[in-house]
T-cell receptor, first 109, second 114 residues
Framework: GQNIDQPTEMTATEGAIVQINCTYQ??????LFWYQQHAGEAPTFLSY??LDGLEEKGRFSSFLSRSKGYSYLLLKELQMKDSASYLC??????????WGAGTKLIIKP | GAVVSQHPSRVICKSGTSVKIECRSL??????MFWYRQFPKQSLMLMAT?????????EQGVEKDKFLINHASLTLSTLTVTSAHPEDSSFYIC??????????FGDGTRLSIL
């Protein structure tokens, strides 16, 4: 079966760095997405990785290792507004998006 | 600006009412749109894949006669929750995207059935 695992909840301090991990087992791979979702709102796109390595975009970076079926989202200089759920999703061989359950990130002052 | 427009954003209605939710692709033609449902504190759950000009593909456990999907044009898909009951109260979100591109989401519709 297809499976995406990410921690249910994480807590970090304002100004710090946090890494949210995602491991996946899917039938084929055509890219991995990270989305941010604030409570009561629709998800918004953060990043897309299809090749191994690190993609940096401001305070957010995303890393992918296809051989390990592993990705992480790195958030630097955390701000209170970063409190949200972070969703990992993989595009499988049929170009179907397989979603993780999301990681709720709590930022404390 | 918004790529996907979803309307209405909030609906409160009596049990037994049918509710129609619209999802419009603003910047590109979407042959495929996705409908999700999200209950409080839970992850997105794919309900169905809406295909332009053909029948929608429903996920296991989703009643196609309960959740009617119409994708009559390349820019519009509608989800109708027929004879809605309190257990249908949820956050409904549509998404679409071009091939190999990230999905863009509508703002969601919060449905509350009294």
């Amino acid at each position: 079966g297809q499976n995406i695992d990410q921690p249910t909840e994480m807590t970090a301090t304002e100004g710090a760095i946090v890494q949210i991990n995602c491991t996946y087992q899917t039938s084929g791979f055509n890219g991995l997405f990270w989305y941010q979702q604030h409570a009561g709102e629709a998800p918004t796109f953060l990043s897309y990785n299809v090749l191994d390595g690190l993609e940096e975009k401001g305070r957010f970076s995303s890393f992918l290792s296809r051989s390990k079926g592993y990705s992480y989202l790195l958030l630097k200089e955390l701000q209170m507004k970063d409190s949200a759920s972070y969703l990992c999703a993989v595009l499988d061989s049929n170009y179907q998006l397989i979603w993780g359950a999301g990681t709720k990130l709590i930022i404390k002052p | 600006g918004a790529v996907v427009s979803q309307h209405p954003s909030r609906v409160i209605c009596k049990s037994g009412t049918s509710v129609k939710i619209e999802c419009r692709s603003l910047d590109f033609q979407a042959t495929t749109m996705f409908w999700y449902r999200q209950f409080p504190k839970q992850s997105l759950m794919l309900m169905a894949t809406s295909n332009e000009g053909s029948k929608a593909t429903y996920e296991q456990g989703v009643e196609k006669d309960k959740f009617l999907i119409n994708h009559a044009s390349l820019t519009l898909s509608t989800l109708t929750v027929t004879s809605a009951h309190p257990e249908d109260s949820s956050f409904y979100i549509c998404s679409c995207g071009q091939e190999h591109q990230p999905q863009h989401f509508g703002d969601g519709t919060r449905l509350s059935i009294l």
